[in-house]
């Protein structure tokens, strides 16, 4: 139940390495986050698509070398509909996700620990209600577990080669049409 010591400071350690990553990427500041809202400044969305492509490579090369297995969360679009909405309303209002709100408040910006606190507090709601919602809401437009490669039959580094063409793509046209 409980990771080793080692286990707790390689956590440890990347978290720090997350944290400072976000603070540089200035992704741990509200405006930031806000203009992306506001279509005005872009780089969450670099950040965030450049994370996806990496982080995704990452673990495929690590499950295809047997150092990690593959765990696929269930496609429940109904839930993810109504999180997304829940998340993107909370971003708004806040104006940091969870993993910025933690280096915002590493960084000493008390709007943040705020945010903390609504976080812990909506999670434990959630835990509270889970149960009900494994009933209904969680059930609504249920796939399963299932990924694109699934489902197309294309292989996943195809994927990830179109998702990072098309972020290249999409990054460079950004940079030219300013809004």
């Known amino acids: ?16 390495i997350f944290g400072f990553l976000l603070q540089k990427g200035r992704v741990s500041d509200r405006r930031v986050i806000l203009g992306q809202f506001l279509l005005r400044d872009f780089t969450m969305m670099k950040v965030m ?34 999180g997304g909405l829940i998340f993107g309303v909370g971003m708004v209002v806040l104006g940091y996700c969870p993993g910025t709100a933690v280096a915002a408040a590493g960084e000493g910006k008390r709007d943040a620990w705020w945010g903390l606190v609504g976080m812990i507090a909506a999670a434990a709601l959630y835990a509270e209600l889970e149960a009900g919602f494994s009933k209904n809401i969680l059930t609504w437009a249920n796939y399963g577990s299932v990924t694109l490669p699934d489902v197309t039959g294309i292989s996943e580094w195809v994927w990830f080669a179109v998702l990072a063409a098309g972020s290249g793509l999409l990054f460079r046209v950004l940079e030219k049409h300013k809004l």
């Open 1 to 16: 139940m409980f990771d080793t010591m080692p286990q707790i400071l390689l956590g440890l350690l990347t978290g720090l």
């Open 49 to 82: 698509l450049t994370a996806v492509v990496v982080g995704g490579v990452g673990v495929y090369l690590m499950k295809m070398e047997g150092l990690t297995k593959l765990f696929v969360k269930p496609a429940q679009l109904g839930a993810v509909v109504i």
